[in-house]
């Protein structure tokens, strides 16, 4: 059973720089997996940000960027502000046709 | 302006059977690919299943836990996608979001959610 890797937790200073992970329990991410990214913060619906691994969906801030780092894939928010913080969510599609989230990262700006 | 709107959600014992909805206005349901994704409370997001457009197809697929149990469709008549649940158990309580899917393979537009408890 494929399991998507997230760190659980995160914290960044205020204008700072902080990179989220997205990895696979066996294998390397790649671009073929369609990495993407959601934001989530509590009784709310997720925000999509980042899909095809580095493309910024529409209306998000170029401060948050992706890309593929080693074998997995990236989230970096550059310049982190207090309304970041969040629990951010990647998701991968297998070639089985499935999606497959990581468990997320909780995401603290102090 | 693209708008999905969920509802349906509720109590049900285990074993029972809820049939969740999700309203679309800003485009027609059955063109667009769209998906379920469910939240337990406190834990992450997990895909539910995905139904393709009327114009590719069609084509249902679920996440394992679910197949067999749940049933995805949509009505043009109504703009609407359902998730018919059955046989549900303790494990199935979470809200539940519909979404639409873009290319390529992302959730793009996200409902509010409902939230479905199973207990008895």
């Known amino acids: 059973q494929t399991v998507v890797t997230q760190e659980p937790s995160f914290s960044v200073s205020p204008g700072g720089t902080v990179t989220l992970t997205c990895g696979l329990s066996s294998g390397s991410v790649s671009p073929t997996y369609y990495p993407s990214w959601y934001q989530q913060t509590p009784g709310q619906s997720p925000r999509t940000l980042i899909y095809n691994t580095n493309t910024r969906s529409s209306g998000v801030p170029d401060r948050f960027s992706g890309s593929i780092l080693g074998n997995k894939a990236a989230l970096t928010i550059t310049g982190a502000q207090a309304d970041d913080e969040s629990d951010y969510y990647c998701?991968?599609?297998?070639?089985?046709?499935?999606?497959?989230f990581g468990g997320g990262t909780k995401l603290t700006v102090l | 302006e693209v708008q999905l709107v969920e509802s349906g959600g509720g109590l049900v014992k285990p074993g029972g059977s809820l049939r969740l909805s999700c309203a679309v206005s800003g485009f027609t349901v059955t063109n667009a690919w769209m998906t379920w994704v469910r939240q337990a409370p406190g834990k992450g997001l997990e895909w539910v299943g995905r139904?393709?457009?009327?114009?590719?197809?069609?084509?249902?697929d679920y996440a394992a836990p679910v197949k067999g149990r749940f049933t995805i469709s949509g009505d043009d008549s109504k703009n609407t996608l359902y998730l018919q649940m059955n046989s549900l158990k303790t494990e199935d309580t979470g809200v539940y979001y519909c979404?639409?899917?873009?290319?390529?393979?992302?959730?793009?537009?996200w409902g509010q959610g409902t939230l479905v408890t199973v207990s008895s």
């Open positions: 998701v991968l599609f297998m070639t089985s046709g499935i999606w497959v």
């Open positions: 139904i393709k457009s009327k114009s590719d197809g069609g084509t249902i």
């Open positions: 979404t639409t899917l873009a290319s390529p393979a992302y959730f793009h537009r």
